[in-house]
């Protein structure tokens, strides 16, 4: 793995404020969010993401247009000096969220450390770099056309690496003066970014020190990585390089098995299928335990305990119509041979939901799957009728994806995972061409 310093792209620290300028990650605003986040003139949003509805080219130039006005403005700087970045998110949990983990997942704040620098492009999957998810070519496409008419990298990309040792993150709490989850900002060490997004605090400060880059790159240079979030912006990254525009990309890195990393499923919202179809495939494929529609948070707690209790030949799917809740008990003997079929034992659930009964059924196109972390969002969007169905799927263990990637060799379906934390977009970015 080959990492680079370079000089960042920051929000000027000079303005105050700059938390109202931020936004989260492109890929998870909605449309009433980006209403809300676009209100303001000066926030990152007006580059990073497209409005539903703008077509790709008419985005693209919008998203020109204001990135020169933020650095004409003198909204958007950049660092003096080439370094390397530390980046801290400390967050907590919604109690609904908190409930679908395991319990030894649990923790009152959790805060992560990563690594941001440039790090070499390369195919996913063949050498150092990872990927567990499939991806959508037409998302791909919208990010390589965004980065590569604007020349810009803007947002890193989470992977995570191994260090028993934890070497890494030792250097850069004794470089702060603080262990985690305590935070004591040092006057003398200031962080050059300190903004507060949806009650995550993000933090950003620069490593310029040249013994300790080195010291850095030396420890992780014969590291592999795997993709947590950002496949997109990776495959669209790769292309970049294959067409000889730029050669690096932007990437945060974590260490594994951080108590402050979390994995969530992402649910999914179907906005129309073919309803009778859909209960001939249940009833040819699972047992279905029915829980009364009346009590919402009750019947979600019991679907969650029974999500979180089974294990990966054991697949369970949660499910909620409008007027009821379903737990779904795929037939055993059916598993066993979707299993022996794929060659795979990961993940058997969302590949079973979406082969027997969302692909089979879905009226419209994959994109129009909404895709939510929440399962509150996701009942109201069925009780508003915006949405037919809903699915809820379990949480995995990290253990797993990394067994998916690294034993079985094989991807996810598409939005198959959901790591937290999310870095914020406008902490950190970097212009094509900023290695030395």
Not at 127 to 150: A, D, I
Not at 234 to 240: D, E, F, K, R, S
Not at 325 to 332: G, Q, S, V
């Amino acid at each position: 793995m080959q990492l680079k310093p370079f000089k960042a792209t920051i929000l000027n620290p000079k303005l105050d404020n700059r938390a109202e300028l931020v936004c989260p990650v492109y890929d998870t605003v909605d449309a009433s969010g980006y209403d809300i986040y676009s209100a303001k003139r000066n926030n990152v949003i007006h580059f990073t993401t497209r409005r539903a509805g703008v077509e790709d080219a008419d985005f693209v130039d919008y998203a020109k247009q204001n990135l020169t006005r933020f650095f004409r403005d003198g909204t958007l700087i950049e660092t003096e000096k080439s370094s390397f970045y530390i980046y801290g998110i400390r967050y907590r949990l919604s109690e609904a969220i908190t409930e679908q983990i395991q319990e030894e997942a649990r923790r009152d704040t959790y805060f992560a450390f990563g690594l941001v620098a440039l790090m070499k492009v390369e195919k996913l999957n063949e050498h150092n770099v990872l990927g567990h998810e499939k991806t959508f070519e037409s998302s791909t496409q919208e990010r390589y056309h965004l980065m590569k008419e604007c020349g810009m990298n803007f947002s890193p990309i989470i992977a995570e690496y191994k260090m028993p040792g934890h070497e890494l993150n030792n250097i850069f709490e004794d470089y702060l003066g603080f262990h985690r989850p305590d935070l004591k900002i040092d006057a003398r060490n200031e962080p050059i970014i300190d903004v507060v997004l949806d009650g995550a605090r993000h933090l950003l400060w620069g490593v310029s020190d040249e013994a300790l880059i080195d010291k850095i790159m030396r420890l992780m240079a014969d590291k592999r990585v795997m993709i947590l979030d950002g496949h997109h912006r990776y495959t669209a990254a790769y292309q970049l390089c294959s067409d000889r525009v730029e050669d690096y990309t932007l990437m945060m890195l974590l260490e594994g098995g951080d108590r402050a990393l979390v994995l969530l499923p992402w649910h999914r919202c179907v906005k129309r299928c073919h309803e009778e179809d859909l209960w001939t495939r249940i009833r040819a494929n699972f047992v279905v335990e029915e829980y009364d529609g009346r009590n919402c948070a009750d019947a979600m707690i019991a679907i969650n305990t029974k999500l979180r209790e089974c294990c990966n030949d054991d697949v369970r799917v949660g499910m909620y119509d409008g007027e009821k809740f379903y737990l779904l008990r795929a037939d055993p003997d059916r598993i066993r041979k979707l299993a022996e079929a794929r060659d795979e034992r990961i993940g058997l659930d969302v590949i079973s939901l979406h082969e027997w009964l969302i692909n089979p059924t879905l009226i419209g196109k994959p994109e129009d799957i909404l895709f939510t972390a929440s399962p509150e969002d996701a009942m109201a969007n069925v009780d508003t009728g915006a949405y037919q169905v809903a699915f809820f799927l379990k949480p995995l263990r990290i253990a797993d994806v990394e067994y998916k990637t690294e034993v079985e060799k094989k991807v996810f379906p598409q939005k198959s995972t959901l790591f937290l934390p999310k870095v914020a977009e406008g902490v950190v970015m970097c212009k094509f061409g900023e290695v030395d």
